[in-house]
């Protein structure tokens, strides 16, 4: 699909992390993990490398179905996404984020609003509209949910902004690759299999100190 300059500068917006619909107030159980010391700043790469085979792989997968779906098929894609969503912090988060990008998307745009849904499928179907090519819509999603993490950590951990920008420079490539594979996908082969991260999420309410919701 040819791609005007008006519609990049669009899919760059939306792919910011810093983008206004409440990010920054998420760790998705990040929190949890560096306040029982099971990351570090020597650990991070790794850790968003395996963050990419597994939760990216299936965020890769389910907006791309919601770039190609059509409305009806919507609640079922979200419904399914819920359900690999065990830690109900994170997918409450996920569900609260995905809910003001489609505001936010339809403030922008002068639209009704998307139906509330996860953001990554919130994502998808805003770019489909926007007729964003399908490829950079999973690559932009994917980069806004690492940029996010890595935002999170520098909170969280002593992680300077130019090792934060060598850790996202590193992981780009894991990024494609994630991408690539997403296209022989379908929903329903989608699996994650991330108990740490799971668990850190369910714990996160218990922590005495928290900076983030999730």
């Given at each position: ?92 988060a996920s569900l609260a984020l995905g809910r003001r990008f489609g505001q936010l998307a339809a403030a922008l745009c002068d639209w009704e609003a998307a139906p509330e849904c996860h953001l990554v499928l919130a994502f998808g179907l805003v770019a489909a509209r926007l007729e964003f090519d399908v490829d950079e819509t999973v690559l932009a999603c994917l980069q806004q949910s690492v940029m996010a993490l890595v935002s ?63």
């Amino acid at each position: 699909m040819s791609r005007s300059p008006l519609n990049f500068l669009q899919l760059l917006q939306l792919a910011d992390s810093a983008i206004p619909i409440g990010a920054t107030a998420h760790s998705f159980g990040i929190e949890t993990l560096v306040a029982e010391n099971l990351l570090t700043v020597d650990g991070l790469e790794s850790f968003l490398h395996d963050y990419l085979a597994e939760t990216g792989l299936v965020d890769a997968i389910f907006c791309r179905a919601a770039f190609r779906a059509s409305s009806e098929l919507l609640p079922a894609l979200n419904r399914h996404l819920s359900a690999l969503r065990p830690a109900s912090e994170s997918r409450k988060a996920s569900l609260a984020l995905g809910r003001r990008f489609g505001q936010l998307a339809a403030a922008l745009c002068d639209w009704e609003a998307a139906p509330e849904c996860h953001l990554v499928l919130a994502f998808g179907l805003v770019a489909a509209r926007l007729e964003f090519d399908v490829d950079e819509t999973v690559l932009a999603c994917l980069q806004q949910s690492v940029m996010a993490l890595v935002s999170a950590c520098q909170r969280l951990l002593p992680l300077g902004q130019i090792r934060a920008a060598q850790l996202l420079w590193a992981v780009k490539p894991a990024i494609v690759a994630v991408m690539e594979r997403s296209r022989a996908l379908q929903p329903a082969d989608a699996t994650s299999f991330t108990p740490l991260l799971d668990l850190a999420s369910m714990r996160h309410p218990s922590l005495d100190v928290r900076l983030f919701i999730s």
